[in-house]
């Protein structure tokens, strides 16, 4: 079958590999529908290896050094390993992508995203790029009749997104401030107004991804280079500041600008990659008892996300930039991305 496989830095291949084994017990095997292009992704492409195992293999999977990338999919069930059950060949699915050993702490906790030998599909396992992908069942939801084929590819990150709410508790009524409008930014904001936010504020640059988080249910849109955003914010709380803030940026400076958005005791959901450190005074949280949370993956997700695309709270279709065929990834997505990162959300693939 024809794979999108990594093998380096700015060095994807779309090539011939052998179809994946029968799925081992506990396992199925699915037939990819579309599969999208996620940030983790492009980070392999412009500066890998970041997540991909290279020096030794993973100590779950036993992968290393090459993968075919891909992990924000649907599809159908075509094999079940043994002792499968509740499923059936012929069956839509969106698969959870935290592939986990089950037994650590953390596992047996219900904290399988924070799992000791976590292992993403697509990165330390083979994933989605390809035909043909081998899954864990334990990671499957089925999607329902009517279920719109192109939404599947959306589930991962809009689940990053209700995960982050989640930690935040009840926004029933709350004013909250999200910091970034990127893919995870616009997802964070589409699930803060399904879970009944009272207004939304968006802190964001680029042109393109203003009007976007407009479009996605934005209340109000601040650019930081424009105005005291600061300012506004508290002008539109009277005065306190947001109850609840999301940093979906990863950095160390609008880490700090989530945090200076919130009230005294409001709380501050950090979703963002962070690659280097910060000299963070943590005395201006002791001083307000601000609350800074982790908000990592999801943690059962897809369901909230998969009811609610179902019953029309959360609308995909303006997440969806581009659609390409497997065989233009590389240039019609990844350097798409990469040079037209402001006009671009999320590139869904299709390996067939």
């Known amino acids: 079958m024809r794979a999108a496989v990594w093998h380096g830095r700015q060095d994807i291949r779309v090539e011939d590999v052998p179809l994946p084994a ?15 292009i996620c940030g983790s992704d492009l980070h392999e492409y412009v500066a890998g290896p970041v997540f991909i195992p290279v020096e030794k293999p993973h100590p779950l999977t036993g992968i290393q050094g090459q993968c075919i990338l891909g992990h ?3 599809g159908e069930i075509v094999k079940l390993g043994a002792g499968v059950s509740g499923f059936a060949p012929g069956e839509r699915i969106a698969a959870d992508a935290c592939q986990h050993c089950g037994t650590c702490y953390y596992c047996r906790s219900g904290l399988y995203n924070l799992c000791e030998q976590l292992a993403f599909t697509g990165l ?34 809009l689940a990053v997104g209700m995960h982050a709410v ?21 997802c964070t904001i589409m699930c803060a107004k399904a879970a009944g936010a009272a207004q939304v504020i968006a802190l964001e640059m680029s042109s393109a991804r203003k009007a976007k988080a407009l479009e996605v249910g934005a209340s109000l849109v601040l650019d930081p ?12 709380t ?32 950090l979703v963002g990659i962070f690659e280097e450190p910060s000299s963070f005074n943590f005395f201006e949280l002791v001083s307000t008892e601000k609350q800074v949370i982790g908000a990592l993956a999801y943690n059962g997700e897809f369901a909230d996300v998969i009811a609610f695309i179902a019953d029309g709270r959360l609308d995909v279709k303006p997440l969806i930039t581009g659609r390409i065929g497997l065989e233009d990834i590389v240039g019609r997505g990844f350097e798409e991305l990469v040079n037209n990162k402001e006009h671009n959300v999320k590139i869904i693939v299709s390996p067939h």
């Not at 799925?23 to 999208?36: F, K, L, N, S, T």
Request: charged residues 20%; contains cysteine.
């Open 124 to 157: 330390m396992n083979n994933g989605a790029f390809a035909e043909l992908v081998n899954v864990p069942a334990e990671l499957l939801y089925k999607l329902p009749a009517g279920f719109p084929v192109e939404a599947g590819a959306l589930i991962e990150p």
């Open 238 to 269: 009277n005065g306190l500041g947001a109850d609840v803030s999301f940093e979906c940026i990863g950095n160390k400076h609008t880490a700090k600008l989530a945090i200076d958005v919130i009230r005294n005791a409001g709380k501050s959901v």
């Open 22 to 36: 029968d799925p081992p017990p506990g396992w199925v095997q699915i037939r990819v529908d579309w599969c999208g």
């Open 166 to 186: 989640k930690k935040a508790g009840n926004l029933l009524g709350q004013n909250v401030v999200v910091v970034g409008a990127g893919t995870i930014g616009l």
């Open 225 to 236: 280079k424009e105005c005291d955003a600061l300012a506004e914010i508290r002008a539109r």
């Open 72 to 74: 924000e999919f649907s």
